[in-house]
């Protein structure tokens, strides 16, 4: 695959292109509307359903693939060897690239080691804007690192992607509530509800009790996905995972007001996934659309603060003898 891009191709490919087509041709010839993907779950393989999106037309793409660790799938064998795993990777990498918007944004999680190399791949085909190291815990693997994160690739293809600066709250004690952090002695000057988010995410973590888990040996956080999309895309927009799973980026989607196209080979998690996405409702506070786990408000986009900060509980901060300021808390007024 990586002939198709030709060093002195590789900013005609990134820049502002027309859509060549409203629909592409399927392996039969047989020309495919590919809006009738929209807010559905498709079976099949993700780089045959994926060839019949026409260029520039996705808003984010988002791949969760499995990592060639021997999980136990339904019906994919998750132990191809390792030459063959990244071939086959750079098949679908390639369509994801070519079907996202030059505005748009191009998201790839996996353990490092193989992350390392779809970052080489996509060097050549898109341009790198951050790797996000999620906190997760690993099992000890014995003589090395205890291995603590996965990483998020995010790709663009152009100067000017789309991207909103968002917000966690701050972090607090359990028992009393207060802040954890001092912020070099300049708490007077933090932001009410929280810092803006950075490239290391502590404050989500994987899905641990069975009652919160669908069979699935990879299933990820919803609030994951939901802060992803707050970061990249406006409410309308599509967000494609053609490793669709349980569900997880389409119930994402829908409670963030987007539309999305899911792939998977496999009819179980399809049905499983068409389960949870049905009748979900968008999590909104006064017009704007926040992710919320538990009760508590996890991301929010740092411009719609302000319509929010009158649904949220205050708590004052006594930061010496003379000085206080009103923070705002994660948690929503017992009248909203």
């Not at 198709?4 to 509307?33: A, C």
Request: proline content about 5%.
């Amino acid at each position: 695959m990586l002939d198709l891009f030709k060093k002195t191709d590789r900013f005609n490919f990134l820049s502002n292109q027309k859509i060549k087509s409203v629909s592409r041709t399927n392996e039969d010839g047989k020309y495919v509307d590919w809006q009738e993907l929209l807010n559905r779950n498709t079976k099949g393989d993700c780089i045959e359903v994926m060839k019949q999106i026409p260029d520039n037309v996705i808003d984010m793409t988002f791949a969760d693939p499995p990592y060639n660790l021997k999980k136990n799938y339904d019906t994919y064998k998750d132990n191809k060897q390792v030459q063959d795993y990244l071939s086959w990777c750079d098949k679908w990498l390639y369509e994801m690239v070519r079907i996202t918007k030059p505005t748009g944004s191009i998201f790839v999680i996996n353990i490092p080691k193989s992350l390392t190399h779809h970052a080489c791949y996509l060097n050549k085909i898109a341009r790198f804007k951050h790797w996000i190291a999620w906190n997760a815990m690993g099992a000890p693997l014995g003589k090395t690192l205890l291995p603590n994160h996965y990483g998020i690739l995010w790709y663009v293809k152009s100067d000017n992607p789309k991207f909103f600066d968002i917000r966690s709250p701050h972090p607090r004690c359990r028992v009393c509530g207060e802040l954890l952090a001092d912020y070099g002695g300049k708490k007077d000057l933090i932001h009410p509800f929280g810092t803006l988010v950075s490239d290391v995410w502590t404050d989500i973590f994987r899905i641990r009790h069975a009652s919160r888990r669908d069979e699935h040996p990879c299933q990820l956080p919803i609030h994951l996905l939901e802060r992803l999309i707050l970061m990249v895309t406006d409410e309308g927009d599509i967000v494609l995972d053609p490793f669709m799973g349980t569900g997880t980026t389409a119930v994402a989607t829908k409670r963030l007001g987007r539309k999305f196209i899911g792939i998977d080979l496999d009819q179980t998690y399809i049905d499983i996934s068409n389960k949870n996405s049905e009748n979900v409702n968008p999590t909104m506070i006064n017009g704007c659309y926040v992710s919320i786990f538990l009760g508590k408000i996890l991301t929010i986009r740092d411009q719609d603060y302000n319509k929010i900060e009158a649904s949220l509980k205050g708590k004052k901060l006594i930061i010496n003898k003379k000085k206080s300021k009103q923070l705002t808390l994660p948690l929503l007024k017992e009248t909203c």
